[in-house]
């Protein structure tokens, strides 16, 4: 994806007011690899329950702020990451909760998926981060699990915007 700076990164968030978008807590941006980059995903250092990531989305880039579960709860949690199919022992994946863009998200409508914990995804796909579990068998390449990492992104970046 191409560069973009602290105060782009928070003027393209979707999904939260422009109050709460402005006291986004952005990484370090120094030394960001972006061409190896579907989305730039990160966590709150002050808040556990908060990640965030930016992506191009219909060639525009698009923020999406998304909590995680406070809790562990009992039912089972699945470890394989919707957006890049890495498989991660369950504390490497969690259910991350985007509230939608607009007036859906305001009544409340949230979409859901499961995420590594690191939002390390593109680096996953790429072949640039190993994950800490061994993973199953693929045949694919890493190119094709770069283009289904962006389908998948893209597809969730859509429910999230998508008008009710
Ligand atoms: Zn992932």
């Not at 525009?60 to 809790?71: D, E, F, K, Y």
């Not at 859906?104 to 939002?119: F, I, K, M, P």
Request: glycine share 10%; charged share 20%; with cysteine.
């Amino acid at each position: 994806m191409d560069p973009l700076d602290a105060a782009d990164l928070r003027g393209v968030f979707v999904n939260t007011t422009k109050g709460a978008a402005s006291r986004i807590p952005v990484p370090d941006l120094t030394g960001v690899r972006w061409e190896h980059l579907d989305f730039l995903g990160w966590r709150d250092p002050g808040n556990p329950g908060a990640a965030f990531l930016v992506t191009s989305y219909d060639g525009v880039p698009r923020g999406v702020a998304l909590r995680l579960p406070s809790s562990k709860g009992p039912s089972k949690r699945q470890s394989m990451c919707s957006l890049c199919h890495t498989v991660h022992s369950s504390s490497g994946v969690a259910l991350m909760v985007a509230a939608r863009a607009g007036r859906a998200g305001r009544e409340g409508n949230t979409v859901g998926t499961y995420l590594c914990t690191d939002l390390a995804c593109s680096a996953y796909a790429r072949g640039l981060k190993k994950p800490d579990r061994v993973q199953p068998h693929e045949t694919v390449t890493a190119e094709v699990k770069v283009a289904r990492l962006q389908l998948n992104l893209e597809a969730f970046v859509r429910r999230v915007v998508a008008v009710a």
